[in-house]
């Protein structure tokens, strides 16, 4: 550093001096000062070029907002600054990780109500698996509605019935094979 730049001390009095009485010219000495280098910062942390340029201007601009709440008797002004300018980018970070546009995501997207011709399919084909589930023998009937519509595993079934895993197996292909026959192509 020569002769004419600034030392710790004036940098902490530029700080007051815009706390006090807004000094535009004390600001211009500061952002002069510490843009560049909080740029310079930012990019060894991962920031591209114009990320950089703009987390150095809204750091100064923090700098320049938030000047009366700086001590200098608790930090120097280097340090206050690029605690600004950490906290910066750390919002940053978060900001790529969480970004509002997760909404654009299509996954994200609530599914469009379906058409009045689809849910009349639906309930046809409803109302005819019910049919058919009543031309089965009873204890076919049970394996299924606790298969399919308790979603209940082949193992828990045995237990809820107390019959051999093989049993609720096959109780469960004959049921499938005849569901299949009366039903077609639903």
């Known amino acids: 550093m020569n002769d004419d730049a600034p030392s710790a001390d004036d940098y902490s009095a530029l700080i007051v001096a815009i706390a006090r009485r807004r000094?535009?010219?004390?600001?211009?000495?500061?952002?002069r000062a510490f843009a560049p280098r909080v740029k310079a910062w930012m990019m060894r942390r991962g920031a591209n070029a114009t990320a950089a340029e703009e987390m150095a201007?809204?750091?100064?601009?923090?700098?320049?907002?938030?000047?009366?709440?700086?001590?200098?008797?608790?930090?120097?002004?280097?340090?206050?600054?690029?605690?600004?300018?950490?906290?910066?980018?750390?919002?940053?970070?978060?900001?790529?990780?969480?970004p509002s546009t997760l909404l654009d995501d299509p996954a994200q997207e609530p599914?469009?109500?379906?058409?009045?011709?689809?849910?009349m399919s639906l309930a046809e084909r409803q109302q005819r698996v019910r049919s058919a589930l009543h031309t089965l023998p009873a204890e076919q009937a049970e394996v299924i509605r606790k298969a399919f519509f308790e979603e209940k595993v082949h193992a828990d079934i045995e237990k809820e019935l107390g019959i051999p895993l093989g049993t609720v197996k096959s109780r469960l292909r004959l049921a499938m094979n005849r569901l299949r026959s009366v039903l077609g192509d639903v």
Not at 23 to 31: E, I, Q, S, V
């Open 23 to 31: 000094d535009r010219d004390a600001f211009g000495t500061l952002f």
């Open 57 to 98: 201007q809204e750091t100064m601009l923090l700098v320049w907002q938030k000047a009366a709440l700086y001590d200098p008797a608790r930090a120097g002004a280097s340090t206050w600054i690029f605690t600004i300018a950490r906290n910066q980018r750390i919002d940053a970070v978060r900001r790529e990780r969480h």
């Open 111 to 119: 599914e469009p109500p379906p058409q009045a011709d689809r849910i």
